[in-house]
């Protein structure tokens, strides 16, 4: 066995991962025409927020648990939440703040104020800019874009390349990048040319089960089955971070505010499903025409995570440690129904095949789970049982298993 040529991650990509939840936050020109994807031509008048306060959107990350947020700075009708100096398609040429304001600083500024990491978004698909047909003139002019966006609102976590509308255009990736790593150095690269982290192929906030850490491609957009090709100096670990809006289909605030809330049942679904797969959850929260998060999401959100801690916040033990069979004694024989397995992943993701177990009171073990790869973290549920000892077994790794830590719960509810 070799660790020389296993992933791993680097020290961002650590950092980044340990976050887990990020708050999406889709704002712009559609929030006020109740469109999903406008087509660039709406008037910038009628964008005109009536109480915009970005530190209420970070009052709600912070309470709801969320550990970083990204704003669309510019969707795909090309208009800009911050006063660019490369087109007048912005918040410079609409009402609000007598077009003085940029909801990008504010919002960089409430992140910075609170300690919340901050990203942006910035679509490469552009239905607004005139240049946008000229492959040339048109990667100018996002280079010009990006280049605003990574010099002027301080650091960013992450860079979210959205591949939607798009498909089968090639855009200038090796300058794009270049940009990145040269201004934002620490920042995650989403899913385009040299990605640090990908996407996990769909909106629905869902991971599959494994989803490895390594990977050497992933979907471009929900619109195409095409898969991306990175540029070869891509690192071979990327890992998955799973984005969903919290109402059903609906990425933007819409006026009629028909989209469904996804009930609380499915959002803890998709909790297991994402964080418990080792992905991160980036879950959009839509700020309204005021520019203000509606409460029944936030408090949508405030329930999932509140019910998650509560599941979570104490294990009955806790222990890391290395090997293929590693027992965690419990302080008394007492109810269990879930397991939380973290690898220690700056050594790779070693674990391919484990088998969770727990001792009977006649000392025989009791098959719990099988499960495969456990990378940042795995959670496992199931039916209550009562034992004192339980064990995992790696029955199949690439290099001797590393576990930052092993921690038992008595949640109540695996549902
Ligand atoms: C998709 C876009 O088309 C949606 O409008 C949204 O921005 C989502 C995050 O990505 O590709």
Known sequence: MTTDLLPTPSSQQRR???????????????????NEWGDGTDSPELFNPTAFDARQWVRVARRAGFNYLI????HHDGFCLWPTRTTDYSVASSPWKDGKGDVVREVADA?????????????????????????????????????????????????????????????????IIALVERYQPDAMRFNMGVPTIRWVGNEDGVAPYPCWNAATEAKASMF?????????????????????????????????????????????????????????????LAPDNRGLIPDVDANAAYRLFDEMRRRFVSPLAQIDGAGSEIRLRLPERQAVDHVILAERIEGGERVRDYVLEARREDGSWRELVRGSAIG?????????????????????????PLFRSFAAYRAGAIR
């Open 224 to 284: 195409t089955k095409d898969m991306l090709t990175w540029l070869p100096e891509t690192p071979k670990w990327v890992p998955a971070e799973c984005d969903v809006p919290i109402r059903e289909k609906a990425w933007f605030w819409h006026p009629d505010g028909h989209r469904k809330l996804w009930s609380d049942e499915r959002l803890i679904d998709m909790y297991y499903r994402s964080v418990g797969h080792g992905c991160n959850l980036l879950m959009n």
């Open 111 to 175: 992140c910075r104020e609170a300690g919340l990491p901050f990203g942006l978004y910035l679509s490469p698909w552009d239905r607004h800019e005139p240049c946008y047909p000229d492959k040339a003139a048109y990667d100018d002019f996002y280079a010009a874009q990006l280049t605003e966006l990574l010099t002027g609102y301080g650091p960013l976590v992450e860079v979210w390349f959205d591949g939607a509308g798009s498909e089968g255009r090639e855009y200038d990736w090796r300058r």
């Open 71 to 74: 704003l669309t700075a510019k």
């Open 16 to 34: 980044w991962q340990d976050f887990e939840l990020g708050m999406f936050c889709h704002f712009g020109m559609n929030t006020f025409t109740g």
């Open 376 to 400: 940042h973290k795995k959670i496992d549920r199931f039916e209550a049982v009562d034992t004192d000892v339980l064990r995992v077994r790696v029955q199949r790794a690439e290099a001797e």
